[in-house]
């Protein structure tokens, strides 16, 4: 069982940063991958970013790299999202998720093989 907390959210303006926060505890965490995921109210749950917990394995959304960095640390069991020059349409509720280790590159993408998730932490940005 791995539990999950994300937070970091906030009402920022298009330009600006934010660091969103996952903080993980359970067994074996680094059998995991974590992820984040993006929704829109009216549109399905979109795949972020996700990075294996050994940092072994680092995969983003087209549209957030070269924007968005994710990385962990180890001693606080925490993932970041660090988000630079952030756009309207980034505006969703961030989820955090913890997959299997078999998931790599672009199969972190599939939302269906996460079986832990944190509550959402909402993100405005304003144009």
């Known amino acids: 069982q791995v539990y999950l907390l994300a937070s970091g959210g906030g009402l920022v303006q298009a330009g600006d940063s934010l660091r969103l926060s996952c903080a993980a505890s359970?067994?074996?965490?680094?059998?995991?991958?974590i992820s984040w995921f993006r929704q829109v109210p009216g549109k399905e749950r979109e795949f972020v970013a996700g990075?294996?917990?050994?940092?072994?394995?680092?995969y983003y959304e087209d549209s957030v790299e070269g924007r968005f960095t994710i990385s962990r640390d180890n001693a606080k069991n925490t993932v970041y999202l660090q988000m630079n020059s952030l756009k309207p349409e980034d505006t969703a509720v961030y989820s955090c998720?913890?997959?299997?280790?078999?998931?790599?590159?672009?199969?972190?993408?599939?939302?269906?093989?996460?079986?832990?998730w944190g509550q959402g932490t909402q993100v405005t940005v304003s144009s």
């Open positions: 998720a913890a997959g299997p280790y078999s998931l790599t590159g672009h199969s972190m993408a599939y939302i269906y093989d996460y079986p832990f």
């Open positions: 359970g067994v074996g965490l680094n059998t995991y991958v």
């Open positions: 990075i294996r917990w050994d940092g072994g394995s680092l």
